[in-house]
């Protein structure tokens, strides 16, 4: 297996497929991080390090009189402490009973088993005992008592490792933890850039590439959620890494709240990044005993550029993050009533949707936003779980058994974690709302936030959705969150406490999440929070897809899908077709564009099918046929960014099945030129020594889709070798916003 303790050298070496993670428990028990990259063998890679005296770069006591060469200040560590003589960014910082800020660690001690550790109360990636390692070392302050505990998962075939810390309070007072990040990690060698993925509510995850200079970097958020604004998901590479080529890594932090990423180049030019949860409104108090966890980050490197580093972690997601009956199981393609009706619905109208659903092939009706309650704009209700009898015209079991009959599934949606003024919850409980006392609280679409931090309040919410969930034939949540936190405070915690309240709310969502996913275990939960603020792998963990962005426009979402493919797989986002023109933009696109964007997701459609016409009707049966039918291809293929959105004129991906047997390439238009530059694009994953026969998806053997083919061959064979080295050119854009679905099929030779 992949974890190797060498007894003298005290070397720890994590080796991975194509990776070795190294660190070494130093003369004076300093576990110093001496590698992590491309595959080596296990020799000792401390001696790389340059250890030279340096003014301003102190010693500790220990060595301070004979060895002037050793400064915490420079050498590279596996957990860098703050207030001791590591001056650089540090992931722990500890406020001791004498109010000091000081920790120090060494080396106490390791453990190695098989399988991939777990963390109580929090998600964590899984593999069984053949699939995963732990190694876990233990560190200890001696003068404070507080001991730290790193764990390392190892996923030796899928080229990942993860890791998270235990930090327990030995001593006989009580300390207060104000930063205790899950990963410090040091490149001692090297000149990187950093990809992170900024936006806002309706356009997230926009790819940003920048150098990593001198100085401290960050993305992070204090929003309560992981947010629009910034996701918990970075990639570090090398200045000449690309989509396919160098050296590159990826991180993904396993939490859904409060974030920081920091990268700190030193003053030698060493390169340092740390990741946790965000110190700001973050101070835990750990009485002796105690123990806190640091949530998990899962790390990965390719020599194989940005594409290796997605493609490694959209396995991962898949494979040892999503959980339960959906995790491999057919999700259903959906239609939701959002930006059909918005509030505006009764039964009736519902019933009458989902009736052209059915007939279309579509499997699933979601009923969103305003069935409960007084709840006929966003202004009341939030908090009131209870079915708006009136305004549905008869009960949720008699509406859920009218869609049923149909031959679809009933999906409904909630936002547990929100609060209305004006709903009877907040009546009888104002002491549940989050809001600082003698403070008025800031609103954010008229709502306010329940305090998920208290046990009565998580109680209250398990009770109310599972007796909705049992009163009627529900198997799908769309799990929302519509504003972020401010005025942290609980009315729960005593005053000393209150820095805790944060992280506490995200413990009591992803209780609430896992005691009902464990009791409902048919249902399909889907994350959402105003589209895509929350969009990480700790949500990932409970819910398998999360609603991408409130942006339905087809090219807006080349963009958001695009950064978004960076970090998670197909399977997890949340992509439909919507009316023209587009609510958010008012942008006119085909049906096709449409459809070929949101099979790039966990399909499905947002709009009224009332008032469809006949021929968009044929289309749409068409775009539903072609989904199910390449479903595996598109769900579980090997993703590639073939073009970026941000430069051309067309958008290009491709799906290809894990043995080569097929592939998909969508192609889309944003850009439509008079005498157009052609675009080309090389294939990949193929099978270089077979044939493939190229169609239009959806299209009858040897027969077009549309007027479109007219101008494109029907069908053509070509080479696996001549399509990946070679190319494929992409057929023009016949008017704005053209979508291209090409399929190959391998044919047997
Ligand atoms: C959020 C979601 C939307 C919809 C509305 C309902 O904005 O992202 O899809 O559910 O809430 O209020």
Redesign the pocket.
Known sequence: MGIYFEEKSRVFTLQTKHSTYQMKADEQGTLLHTWYGEKTDNTDLSCLIARWDRGFSGNPFSVGGTDRNYSLDTLPQEYSCFGTGDYRISALKVENADGSRAVSLRYAGHTIEKGKYALCGLPAAYGTPEEAETLAVELADADSGISVRLLYGVFEELDVITRAVQITNGGKEGVTLLKAASLCLDWQTGDYDWLTFHGRHAMERNLQRTGIAHGVQSVGSVRGASSHHYNPFVMVCAKNADEEHGDCYGFSFVYSGEFLMETEKDQIDQTRLVCGIHPDNFAWRLEPGESFIAPEVLMTYSPQGQGGVSRIFHRLIREHVCRGQWKHSRRPVLV?N??GT??DFTGDKLVDIARDAAELGIELFVM???WFGKRDD?NSGLGDWYPNEKKLGCTLKELGERITALGLRFGI?F?PECISIDSDLYRAHPEWAVAVPGRSPVLS?NQLILDFSRKDVQDHLIERISDVLKSAPITYV?W?F?RSVCDKYSNALPAGRQGEMAHRFVLGLYRVLETLTQAFPEVLFEG????GGRFDVGMLYYTPQI?CS?DTDAIERLQIQYGTSFGYPVSTMGAHVSAVPNHQTGRVTPLSARGCVAMAGTFGY?LDLNRLTEEEKEEIRGQIRTFKELYDCIQYGEYYRLTSPLSGSCTVWETAAPDGSEALVSAVYHHVQANPVPVYVKLRGLDETASYRIRLAGAPEGQGQDERQTEHKAEEIRSGAALMHAGLLIPPAKGDYCAWQLHLVRINQ
């Not at 959402?528 to 589209?531: D, E, K």
């Open positions: 939701n959002w930006e918005y509030f969103d936003d305003g966003d949606w936002e679409r769309k929302d519509n959402c929070s105003g589209g609603w409130d947002e």
